[in-house]
DNA sequence: GTCTATAGACGGATAGAC
DNA sequence: GTCTATCCGTCTATAGAC
């Protein structure tokens, strides 16, 4: 029980840690300050620290596909469009305001050992797919493979990339999402 | 003579290390190896770690910003959208073919120490204040200063992004350049 | 479960020979 | 200009007491 609390503990603070510092400088001397331990006890409930990394990595990508599937399941009359901007929603969201998780995630995956990347590479995965399924619907079944893939790569690109500069006291997830849909999607597939 | 030649060897290593495992995991002693030095050598060339990083960026900046502006001046009687279009064409090629300092850069600043940002603010401003000159000429003079700032991040979202996905032996610079134009520039300011 | 103590490797940086 | 040699700090990880 104490146990559970521990690594749940351990694992928030990584995340926090991770995001701000990176893969390599989150050192295990400064995570177990912050839970008020002592670096050894952290090998009580981890492995090592590339089992810890991979675990909230793991809790990242697994946390906001939950939030984009069950803000997509809250409107189930959707049209394809609005079903894109229901995940570009949740997606910033959860990204920004809630989750450091899923910014740790997406800051640090570039520089992780590959062997901590392969073992992602399954979650990752299925992410990925309910993003191109929300865009082959949307763009229809006349839509080319590429086109299909390019603009999912155009709209991560646009979400992920507010780690880099989105101020939540200065900035509005609401409104950028609004922006991205007049910008992307102005009304119909062309 | 011959210093300014080893210093341009250690940048260069240094930005595809970089590009490559990141600030932290880029040491001194594996730098010098790839340029057949020692680790204490390559303090006659740089100060600190930190100098060199440092440099490497700073050169990745002006290096696509010089690319960006010399490809706008090749066509001095386009459009607003082709200027944009243009702009987009050159940054993706710096950045995905020409240059580990470009991608260097985008990679590492996130991680790197505050000093090292702070010298490095000049120029990056410098290079917005392009974009952002691109963008406003692009939705004209009604356009809010948000439609401006938040049309930029999605597009240096979509442009920075490739770096995480984009396969020069899969995917064509051009190729995604007309679908960022189909997606996101239409025809006309909206 | 958490501690102390420490092994063993590797990091940036410096001094002085050549 | 580059080398050797080294200082000193920090890192992950382990062993064993409590």
């Known amino acids: 029980m104490k146990a559970e609390i521990a690594r749940s503990e351990i694992l928030a603070a990584a995340a926090g840690m991770m995001r701000q510092v990176g893969y390599s400088d989150m050192s295990l001397r400064d995570l177990a300050t912050q839970v008020n ?9 981890f492995a090592s620290k590339d089992e810890l990394v991979t675990e909230v990595m793991r809790i ?10 069950s803000g997509l399941d809250e409107h189930p009359s959707a049209s394809p469009q609005e079903r894109i901007m229901a995940a570009v929603t949740v997606h910033l969201d959860t990204l920004l305001k809630r989750s450091d998780f899923v910014s ?34 949307y763009l ?16 991560i690109g646009a ?3 507010t780690l880099e ?4 006291e200065r900035d509005s997830v609401t409104e950028y999402a609004r922006r991205i849909e007049t910008f992307l999607l102005p009304q119909k597939p062309r």
Chains 1, 2 share one sequence.
């Open 37 to 45: 331990m002592k670096a050894g006890s952290l090998y009580y409930h």
């Open 60 to 69: 990242g990508v697994e946390a906001v596909e939950a939030a984009v599937r």
């Open 104 to 137: 740790s995630h997406i800051r640090c995956y570039p520089f992780v050992p590959v062997p901590v990347r392969e073992r992602l590479r399954e979650v990752r995965r299925s992410y990925d797919q309910l993003w191109l399924s929300l865009i082959r619907a």
């Open 140 to 155: 229809g079944p006349e839509a080319s493979t590429d086109d299909v893939r390019y603009l999912r790569q155009v709209l």
């Open 159 to 161: 979400l992920n990339g």
């Open 165 to 168: 500069w989105f101020n939540p």
